[in-house]
């Protein structure tokens, strides 16, 4: 089993670093890099005891820095919320639908060309599978999101398109051998992927970015758990040449009612 473990870590690492390495070798691009601050609000609950229906709210609330500065604070970058309806078909398995997201999201400020920064509002319809495996204490988590986009909606022409998102997650506890047992101290570590399509990504680069995560968390309630860590994000613009680096600090907060039903999550 633990060689088993072993194996997936060393081919995510190997694909992961042969990805960056076509992307961002030296010469090829222009790295631009920018100081951020994310954080995600997280609530959820069945709709009633014994149900296999849950609802779902996250809230998104993003700070950046000025290009080649260290205040994350100085900025804003995105405030989003979005309502989820889900299923849980199987004890490790939830299929949620996301009728419809606001984000009001600012541009990326990593370079002075990015100035004066833009504002835009989306709507955003989203699909979501969340697959789990377990291994002894480690938990891992497949998730797939599949978005289709409205952004500017206050613009004369709306844009419209799709985009994929594939992320891999592992929860380790520390304390515990259970991941849901409350005062329980853990690691959290994933790698996402994005791929866009359709509309304006038609004939350009679609795969727009690339997250990856690790923190620290802390369930200090049966139904409540904190998380801080640091995120670093690639994210190439559309002349492929370019290219962000975001990276800092990640906040989570989740008030998890599930986790008083000790579903898996």
């Given at each position: 089993m633990r060689q088993n473990i072993k194996l997936l870590f060393l081919t995510l690492l190997h694909v992961l670093c042969n990805q960056l390495n076509a992307q961002f070798e030296e010469g090829e691009s222009e790295i631009n890099e920018n100081q951020v601050l994310y954080t995600k609000w997280n609530f959820s609950d069945f709709f009633y005891e014994g149900s296999k229906w849950n609802w779902d709210m996250d809230v998104v609330y993003r700070r950046q820095s000025d290009p080649g500065e260290q205040n994350i604070y100085e900025n804003p970058l995105r405030v989003s919320f979005r309502p989820w309806v889900g299923y849980q078909f199987a004890k490790l398995t939830r299929v949620s639908i996301s009728p419809?997201?606001?984000?009001?999201?600012?541009?990326?400020?990593?370079v002075e060309d990015d100035f004066p920064a833009n504002t835009e509002r989306e709507l955003r319809s989203t699909l979501q599978i969340n697959n789990n495996a377990y291994y002894g204490r480690f938990n891992f988590t497949h998730r797939i999101r599949?978005?289709?986009r409205w952004r500017g909606i206050d613009n004369p022409e709306i844009h419209q398109n799709f985009r994929v998102r594939y992320r891999i997650r592992s929860r380790i506890p520390l304390n515990h051998d259970y991941f849901y047992v409350n005062k329980t101290l853990y690691i959290n570590i994933y790698s996402e992927v994005h791929v866009e399509f359709g509309g304006d990504f038609a004939g350009t680069n679609h795969l727009t970015q690339s997250r990856n995560y690790a923190g620290l968390g802390y369930r200090f309630w049966d139904w409540a758990r904190v998380e801080l860590g640091y995120l670093h994000q690639y994210v190439p613009r559309s002349n492929y040449y370019m290219v962000d680096v975001l990276r800092g600090p990640m906040f989570y907060l989740y008030i998890d009612l599930f986790s008083r039903l000790n579903s898996y999550r």
């Open positions: 419809l997201g606001l984000a009001n999201t600012v541009s990326r400020l990593t599949m978005e289709s």
